[in-house]
């Protein structure tokens, strides 16, 4: 068994992720862009994995979900699940056009292989937004990845759930002091890379062991640089004495990332 994982996109311009098992395959939100661009993620999925089997949606912000995704995951019969109110946000943005799309689900969701729980996480105000843990089970060895894509603080309950994950998918959204000479508005809600670095550190302490893989996203493209979060990290766990032991890959804004394989 492995598990596989490969970033689409991301950023303000638009998130995807693929997350997949030889038998079961995840996108995590799903906004490439125009109608061609989503048919194109789509297609490029299935090559990899064979098949696609739901999107799991964090929230109702036009580069997480659109009108432009939800007509092309209507066309291929595809569903988004997310928390229902997150359900309710996306039909009131889009009308009801697409409510055989969405598909709501509260604590936990079996999708093949995967196992889904969300969590609330802190983010713009009016969008409820989630973070997804998601764990699949083989014979001897069982794989955790979490997702946590926008929020602007992290919770003590964040730390637990994401403990002992082999793959954490995190948001490194903007420099501090460039945020501070730019002035990018909604920034704040968003996580700069000093908070960025501390969540993963306090990941790190309250696990057994530490990640295998860290995808940093969703990276401003007027207040942060690619380099600066992994600095931020290494300077952090520098301080405490704790030595980065994990792969850092920062996922571009357009192309798909490298692949990451977890065995
Ligand atoms: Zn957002």
């Known amino acids: ?25 995840l996108l995590v939100d799903f906004a490439p862009g125009s109608q061609r661009d989503c048919r194109a993620a789509l297609a490029s999925a299935r090559k990899l994995c064979g098949r696609v089997d739901a999107v799991l949606v964090t929230h109702a912000h036009g580069d997480h979900i659109n009108a432009n995704s939800l007509r092309v995951l209507h066309e291929e019969g595809l569903k988004a699940r997310c928390h229902p109110e997150v359900c309710r946000q996306i039909g009131q943005r889009h009308g009801g056009k697409y409510a055989a799309v969405l598909s709501p689900f509260c604590d936990a969701l079996t999708v093949g292989e995967f196992e889904v729980r969300q969590a609330r996480v802190d983010h713009a105000p009016g969008y409820y937004t989630t973070a997804f843990i998601i764990t699949a089970s083989g014979p001897g060895r069982a794989y955790k990845a979490s997702v946590f894509t926008d929020l602007h603080g992290f919770t003590g309950e964040h730390v637990g759930l994401a403990a002992n994950s082999d793959l954490i998918l995190l948001e490194s959204n903007h420099d501090a002091e460039m945020l501070k000479r730019c002035g990018h508005p909604g920034s704040e809600f968003h996580l700069p890379n000093h ?11 309250a696990g057994a062991a530490q990640p295998r893989a860290v995808i940093l996203g969703h990276l401003s493209a007027d207040c942060n640089q690619p380099h600066l979060p992994q600095e931020a990290i290494e300077k952090f766990f520098r301080e405490k004495g704790l030595p980065v032991k994990f792969k850092i890959q920062v996922a571009n804004r357009y192309e798909p990332g490298r692949l990451i394989t977890i065995v």
Request: positive net charge; contains cysteine.
């Open 195 to 205: 908070k960025t670095a501390a969540f993963l550190h306090a990941i790190c302490a």
């Open 1 to 25: 068994m492995f598990l596989k994982f490969k970033s689409l996109c991301s950023g303000s311009s638009g998130n995807s992720a693929l997350l997949w098992t030889g038998a079961s395959a």
